[in-house]
């Protein structure tokens, strides 16, 4: 991953993977991506460093509860005013077919 020596994923593990870890199988993940995205970039730079991406892994994998909650809030929290109205909620949730 982000290797010059990376020969990507067959289909047949991308379709494994698609099919045991997707939260939106049939949908276009796009959206959903750019928000996790989002919620990553602890500085607002649109880039996201290793550092940034080490510790969203750790506190959405193994973090203590309060701060799954509190990446939960910010993944929905979209324009980042500390609450979560009803189309943020949509605008994280809503599905488009492929």
Not at 40 to 50: E, H
Not at 54 to 70: D, F, P
Request: a positive charge; proline letters at 2%.
């Amino acid at each position: 991953m982000g290797n010059s020596k990376s020969r990507g994923l067959s289909k047949e593990l991308l379709d494994d993977l698609k099919l045991n870890t997707s939260f939106f199988p049939d949908t276009d993940p796009k959206a959903y991506a750019q928000h996790v995205f989002r919620s990553f970039d602890s500085n607002s730079d649109g880039t996201l460093y290793l550092k940034e991406y080490i510790v969203a892994l750790h506190l959405t994998s193994s973090g203590k509860t309060m701060q799954k909650l509190e990446w939960a809030f910010a993944l929905y929290d979209v324009d980042r005013n500390s609450t979560i109205c009803k189309n943020e909620i949509q605008e994280i949730v809503k599905v488009k077919v492929k």
